[in-house]
């Protein structure tokens, strides 16, 4: 794991790791959303996967455009939503420079019909295959089955279905064609199925919904996602979607060898 390897066949950027409320939390004076330490400070959760010249965006928060600025995202070619909660939808108006840059062409955007009903309520006017006018978004919806496994120029996304109180979540398993490289990214959920970790195995990164310690009715909690990591036994697990109870260097040191905690701007390649 890391940049010694001697081929690249997949990066995966960290845009956001922090919970729905992001890190520092508005009026919290808490020792973490106060803390100088900037793996502390966490914009809503989303990722970005780069395999050679393409490039999948998972998820789109509110700060999507800060975070592309952030992390020199200027290049996608799908968009692939886990699900329709606002921190990870709220930001895809700012697509709309990336249809600039695909010439007026509309970005593919592949989720579950229940979350295409809800980008198409919230987006009204960028459903469509071209953007109305010059410089509006443009996004072509693209309709996933619940497990299904889908054909790319780079490889294969298998999907499933993680649960996450009354939403069912889109749980992915990126496959490298070039270098059989496997990339898993549940985040959002409150468990994980044993099916789900069957579909996971031998993957060379995981990364995993990890809100906390104390128990949440709709997410795991770290415990739960050490016991999830050490069950798929990936050689690298690390933790997404963290509150502002979490410190991230004070925590991270009490987690078993093989799981970590990611921080925004983290970079991995496998
Ligand atoms: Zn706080
Ligand atoms: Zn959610
Ligand atoms: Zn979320």
Known sequence: MGN?????SMEIVFMGTGTSHGVPMIGCDCNICTSDNPKNRRTRTSIHVRMGNHAVQVDIS???RLQ????????IDWVVL????????????DLRRFVDFREGGGVPVYAFDEVLERIRLMYPYAVRDRPEFRGYPAFIPHSVDRHSTLEFPWG?????????GRFEVMGLVFTEASSGKKFTYYTDCKSVSEEARELARDSDLVVLD?????????HMSIEEAVEVANSIGAPQTYLIHMTHHVDHDEVDLQLPDRVNLSFDGLKVRL
């Open 4 to 8: 010694e390897l001697p081929f690249l």
């Open 62 to 64: 509110p700060e999507f």
């Open 68 to 75: 592309c600025i952030a992390h020199e995202v200027d290049h």
């Open 82 to 93: 886990t699900h329709a909660h606002a921190d990870h939808v709220a930001g895809m108006d």
């Open 156 to 164: 294969t996304l298998e999907t499933t279905v993680l649960p996450h």
């Open 210 to 218: 990890g809100l906390r310690h104390d128990p949440h009715p709709t």
